[in-house]
C-alpha cells in the first residue's frame, strides 16, 4: 500500500535545482489577489517576481560595496 503523505521532496515533481519545500505567506489587497490569479500559471510568476526583486535588491547591495 503506498504511503498516503510521502514527503514534499518526493511529492512534487520538478525540474528545478532547488525543490520547492517551504511555505511562504502574505497579505495583498483582494484586487491585486484577482489579478495575479488572472495570470496562467501564477503562482510560478509570483516565484519569478520574487526571484527577479531579490536579483535586484542583491545587485544594488554589490555595487554599494565596491563603490
Same mark, same amino acid.
Request: charged fraction near 40%.
Given at each position: 500500500? *503506498?504511503?498516503p503523505?510521502?514527503? *514534499? /521532496? #518526493? @511529492?512534487?515533481?520538478?525540474?528545478? =535545482?532547488? *525543490?520547492? #519545500?517551504? @511555505?511562504?505567506? $502574505? @497579505? !495583498?489587497a483582494p484586487s491585486t489577489l484577482e489579478k495575479?490569479? /488572472?495570470? =496562467?500559471n501564477w503562482r %510560478?510568476? !509570483?516565484r519569478q517576481a520574487i526571484d527577479k526583486a531579490l536579483a535586484e535588491v542583491e %545587485? =544594488? =547591495?554589490?555595487? $554599494?560595496?565596491s563603490a
Amino acid at each position: 500500500m *503506498p504511503n498516503p503523505n510521502p514527503s *514534499p /521532496a #518526493t @511529492r512534487f515533481k520538478s525540474e528545478r =535545482e532547488e *525543490p520547492l #519545500t517551504k @511555505r511562504f505567506t $502574505i @497579505r !495583498v489587497a483582494p484586487s491585486t489577489l484577482e489579478k495575479l490569479k /488572472a495570470k =496562467e500559471n501564477w503562482r %510560478e510568476f !509570483v516565484r519569478q517576481a520574487i526571484d527577479k526583486a531579490l536579483a535586484e535588491v542583491e %545587485e =544594488e =547591495e554589490e555595487n $554599494i560595496k565596491s563603490a
